[in-house]
């Protein structure tokens, strides 16, 4: 009985649970007759598409500033990083890093900003990052209608100006990085380039963390009032995980955008924090420490609950319970894992 304990508070209620429904989904698929194989793929394109969304969380974490419920600002910054390549009609790889190109600088400086304003209401980041990731996706939608771009695949037809609400990628970047070396086992088709991005992201972030820079935010995050007292500028090293989390999040959504083949603009952005939120802690992470296994594992289970759980309910309840079950999902481990001060400790 003590393993067992053991075991279960190392894991984590949390991870449990969703293990066990994940489980339970997976054997009413084969009952139902749905296709695993591409249950596996879908799953493995989808851990590629939203990891790096997932992974721009933890800069933040590390820098003790919490959950960053802010990423929208980050989002943003890389929508317009992808709408200046469309606008120049560039595709493939070069359109592709085109936009990272000048997503990330735009993203540096908004970050640098936006850390400025949170090291003045200290204790409060969550509340104001989500009022804030809000606020600017609401402004933005003034933005989008005067913003001086002037591609027909990006302008509204009628008119002549303002933006579209959803704009097709397919001639420029859609699934650069799904084809790139894709192969197919079994029926499973492997996103390698994706996958391949989203672990060269993780690695940069991990490597960081190993480096005299990143030591430090991670002990400026860990013990304040130490790191103050060992001479470490508390204030610098929060603003250094808020511009790391803010260029991740526009790294992340260009990534997401180009495997989803749209980019999607005005309130599009305004909830794309919490699925975030809510895989990372699934994952095992909480307000105050976090680990690259906290986003791999996380961003796994969430989406493949996510990619099973679908086409089950979808079959048991002709679609109507779908939407309810991934909000519950979501917004349940959100409201579970703020509630304690520690998540799991599967690092």
């Not at 999607?264 to 809510?278: D, E, I, R, T």
């Amino acid at each position: 009985m003590e393993g067992l304990k053991n075991f279960v508070d190392k894991v984590g209620y949390p991870r449990l649970i969703i293990g066990a429904f994940l489980f339970i989904l997976c054997v009413m698929a084969a009952v139902l007759a749905i296709p695993v194989p591409g249950l596996i793929g879908d799953i493995l394109t989808r851990v590629g598409m939203n990891g790096i969304l997932v992974l721009a969380l933890v800069p933040a974490i590390q820098a003790g500033v919490g959950l960053n419920f802010a990423l929208p600002i980050g989002i943003v910054c890389g929508l317009i990083g992808a709408l200046v390549s469309i606008e120049f009609k560039l595709g493939g790889f070069t359109g592709f890093f085109t936009a990272l190109v000048v997503a990330i600088p735009i993203a540096a400086i908004v970050g640098y900003f936006y850390g400025q304003m949170l090291n003045r209401i200290k204790g409060q980041e969550m509340t104001v990052g989500t009022y804030v990731g809000f606020s600017v996706v609401s402004g933005m939608c003034i933005f989008w209608l005067l913003a001086p771009f002037r591609s027909p695949e990006l302008i509204w037809a009628v008119g002549g100006s303002g933006l579209r609400v959803t704009i097709s990628l397919e001639s420029t970047i859609d699934k650069v990085l799904n084809g790139f070396l894709s192969f197919n086992v079994a029926g499973v088709q492997i996103p390698t380039g994706l996958l391949a991005f989203f672990a060269l992201c993780c690695i940069a972030v991990w490597v960081f963390g190993k480096t005299k820079s990143g030591a430090i935010m991670n002990a400026a995050g860990a013990n304040e009032k130490f790191a103050t007292a060992t001479g470490i500028n508390v204030n610098q090293q929060r603003i250094l995980g808020i511009v790391l989390s803010t260029v991740l999040a526009a790294i992340g959504i260009i990534v997401y955008s180009q495997s989803f083949g749209f980019l999607q603009l005005y309130n599009a952005p305004l909830m794309a924090a919490f699925p975030a939120v809510a895989a990372i802690l699934i994952g095992g992470a909480s307000i105050k420490k976090v680990a690259i296994s906290h986003v791999i594992i996380g961003t796994f289970l969430f989406q493949a609950l996510l990619v099973v759980s679908l086409p089950v309910i979808n079959i048991l309840a002709d679609g109507s319970m779908s939407e309810v079950i991934r909000a519950i999902v979501q917004n349940g481990i959100i409201l579970y894992a703020l509630t304690r001060e520690t998540g799991g400790d599967l690092a």
